[in-house]
């Protein structure tokens, strides 16, 4: 399940809303986690094609002309371009001419009120233009009322012969996002602020090479930022 926290409610059978969705990698893994695809967007005709062949269901080719989600959507999915937050991309930002086309998914949350939402996008993004990108999502989450976490992933921790590294940013306004990304490895990572604690690093920003933890208050009280050294693996920030 995508969401399975030590709460007492589980998130089951999710109607999916997919955005830049390419070949519906993102919705195949979701439905095989028990949750149902109600509409694509994806601008590319060879891509749009695959969906056609493969999908019954409706499938928008802009999301700047999408205004409204089908009834009951859930979860909106979105991997959207990385052209200009790649390392080896053009690196214009979160505003540049492909990324940019992100602040149309923020439009639609603002318009639509979406429980749960999943972004992905090159880890690079956490480190370009000094983390100004997963700044300009965070900041609209919150504005909606979302709380949000973060966490780098690597594909060679599921088995697969490559380093894959991609950010998965889940927002959510009725759960946790921090327990569902972060569930498995809680013990270690508190072990780690413990360290930190000890060793008196809060407060130092993030250098380079290192990874930060970065923990909100909800948004209706003043945030709070605290940064920490953690293990390479964890990759994370997180708000709550």
Not at 107 to 132: A, C, K, S, T, Y
Request: aromatic share 8%.
């Amino acid at each position: 399940m995508i969401f399975s926290t030590s709460e007492p409610h589980t998130v089951e059978n999710m109607k999916v809303a997919a955005f830049f969705a390419g070949i519906a990698g993102f919705e195949l893994g979701l439905e095989r986690a028990g949750h149902e695809t109600v509409m694509f967007c994806e601008i590319d005709p060879c891509a749009r094609a695959v969906l056609e062949h493969h999908f019954d269901l409706p499938i928008a080719s802009d999301i700047r002309r999408v205004r409204a989600l089908p009834r009951g959507t859930e979860l909106v999915t979105a991997g959207f371009p990385c052209q200009d937050l790649s390392q080896v991309g053009s690196t214009n930002g979160i505003r540049g001419p492909k990324s940019g086309v992100v602040s149309n998914l923020v439009r639609l949350l603002r318009n639509n009120d979406v429980p749960h939402v999943l972004i992905e996008n090159v880890p690079f993004m956490l480190h370009l233009h000094q983390g100004r990108a997963i700044e300009y999502l965070t900041k609209r989450l919150e504005s909606l009322g979302y709380k949000w976490a973060y966490r780098v992933v690597d594909a060679r921790a599921f088995g697969i012969p490559q380093r894959r590294e991609r950010v998965f940013l889940l927002a959510s306004k009725q759960y946790d996002p921090w327990r569902v990304l972060f569930e498995h490895s809680y013990p270690q990572i508190i072990e780690s602020i413990s360290l930190a604690l000890l060793v008196g690093s809060i407060g130092q920003r993030e250098r380079e090479g290192s990874v930060g933890l970065l923990i909100q208050s909800p948004p209706s009280r003043a945030v709070h930022r605290l940064v920490f050294r953690l293990p390479r693996q964890y990759g994370c920030r997180m708000g709550a």
